[in-house]
């Protein structure tokens, strides 16, 4: 079983800087997608950036330009760095992974617990 833990979350002032990091662990499985979601108190969960096994990385317009998705293929692991926070970016932030176990089984999607950012004076 696969399993993915988030980390890095926290207070922070405006136009801090925090990363955020979403590790994989167990055995045998392909990530072919990782995610980066936030929840902001009385909002829909809403998509904050995907990157592909191959790198390609889409964000939000409302995070283009501060916030950067990448990913360590050898760690299993996303970040996702944000610059220039601002009070609206205070959410909970979740990661999913669209992976694979093994090589016959069928590709499924794989929750974080999420992790709290906080942006504050």
């Known amino acids: 079983q696969v399993l993915l833990l988030e980390s890095g979350g926290g207070l922070v002032q405006p136009v801090g800087s925090l990363r955020l990091s979403c590790a994989a662990s167990?055995?045998?499985?392909?990530?072919?997608?990782m995610r980066w979601y936030r929840h902001a108190p009385g909002k829909q969960r809403v998509l904050v950036a995907h990157i592909v096994s191959g790198g390609s990385t889409n964000h939000a317009d409302s995070v283009n330009g501060r916030f950067t998705i990448s990913r360590d293929n050898t760690k299993n692991t996303a970040y996702l760095q944000m610059n220039n926070l601002k009070p609206e970016d205070t959410a909970g932030y979740s990661c999913?992974?669209?992976?694979?176990?093994?090589?016959?089984?069928?590709?499924?999607?794989?929750w974080g617990q999420g992790t709290r950012v906080t942006v504050s004076t």
């Open positions: 999913n992974a669209f992976l694979q176990e093994g090589v016959t089984t069928t590709p499924t999607t794989v």
């Open positions: 167990g055995s045998h499985f392909s990530i072919y997608i």
